[in-house]
């Protein structure tokens, strides 16, 4: 029996060794939480300068991040307007999403912008949108259907009300008109 008392007590020694010694190095980290804090439906978001409207962003989902960023999965909608509160143009995509850091717009899959008062329609595959420098570009496939014609190429500026646009690489058939 004294036997036995001694090799529990011995057991139970080596347990208690065995358990304040930190044996495990490196323990399982928590994993950081980084999907969205908050989503909202069917969102409305207005921009104005000095109580006049300059934006109007409309999204079927937006997920909102710790971080400022922002993401719409469902797509996205985008009205512009003028100095007179008239739409001047427009921007939708079936996806986007917003860097706060930068304060800038991504947006891919069937991008379309359209300049109302011109009448000129732009699409492409992905877009960006820098709110700062207040210009779209990418560097993707385009085309732009203006009044009389339709012009192709790769990579476009354009300020971001899509008045003065520049394709970088134009393609495609040109009708050249000789000077007089």
Not at 109 to 118: D, E, F, L, P
Not at 119 to 143: P, S
Request: proline fraction near 4%; hydrophobic fraction near 35%; charged fraction near 25%.
């Amino acid at each position: 029996m004294n036997c036995f008392k001694n090799l529990l007590g011995i057991i139970v020694a080596v347990n208690m060794l065995l358990a304040c010694n930190s044996s495990v190095d490196n323990p399982v980290p928590k994993v950081k939480y980084t999907g969205p804090i908050m989503q909202t439906g069917n969102v409305t978001t207005l921009y104005s300068d000095s109580a006049r409207l300059k934006i109007k962003l409309q999204a079927k989902i937006e997920s909102r991040y710790e971080n400022g960023n922002a993401e719409y999965p469902k797509g996205i909608n985008l009205t512009f307007y003028d100095p007179n509160q008239q739409v001047s143009s427009t921007l939708r995509a079936n996806y986007a999403k917003y860097d706060k850091q930068r304060d800038s717009y991504f947006a891919r899959g069937n991008v379309i912008v359209n300049n109302i008062k011109k009448g000129e329609t732009m699409k492409t595959e992905e877009l960006h949108w820098d709110k700062i420098k207040r210009q779209i570009y990418t560097d993707k496939f385009v085309t732009i259907q203006t009044k009389t014609d339709v012009v192709q190429g790769n990579g476009l500026v354009s300020d971001d009300g899509f008045v003065h646009w520049k394709i970088l690489n134009p393609t495609g058939t040109f009708i050249v008109e000789k000077p007089q």
